[in-house]
């Protein structure tokens, strides 16, 4: 098993920042891919971004240029720095970690809110 804890969130103006955290601990050397998901009121659950156990990004087109995934091994964490926030990214942001064998595991969530 895995358990994952983001911390972060909270209310930013349009364009402000935010850099969300995600501590993993348990079985954490069967995962491989880290990264964050989010789900907006009222619309499915979707990728944001996420890396690999050998460092390799994928990005949502709505976030490119914007949004850096990043993860420090020594320390079990994966973060998102947030840049030029705007009200669209208001949404429960969720930290995920897919092991080898790809099962999945989620953290509880936490929320963004980009509003003036």
């Known amino acids: 098993q895995v358990q994952l804890v983001e911390s972060g969130g909270g209310l930013v103006q349009p364009g402000g920042s935010l850099r969300l955290s995600c501590v993993l601990s348990?079985?954490?050397?069967?995962?491989?891919?880290m990264g964050w998901h989010r789900q907006a009121e009222g619309k499915q659950r979707e990728l944001v971004a996420s890396?690999?156990?050998?460092?390799?990004?994928n990005y949502a087109d709505s976030v490119k240029g914007r949004f850096t995934i990043s993860r420090d091994n020594a320390k079990n964490t994966v973060s998102l720095q947030m840049n030029s926030l705007k009200p669209e990214d208001t949404a429960v942001y969720y930290c995920?970690?897919?092991?080898?064998?790809?099962?999945?595991?989620w953290g509880k969530g936490t929320l963004v809110t980009v509003s003036s």
């Open positions: 995920y970690a897919r092991s080898f064998n790809l099962k999945d595991y």
């Open positions: 890396i690999t156990s050998n460092g390799r990004t």
């Open positions: 348990g079985n954490i050397f069967s995962i491989n891919t």
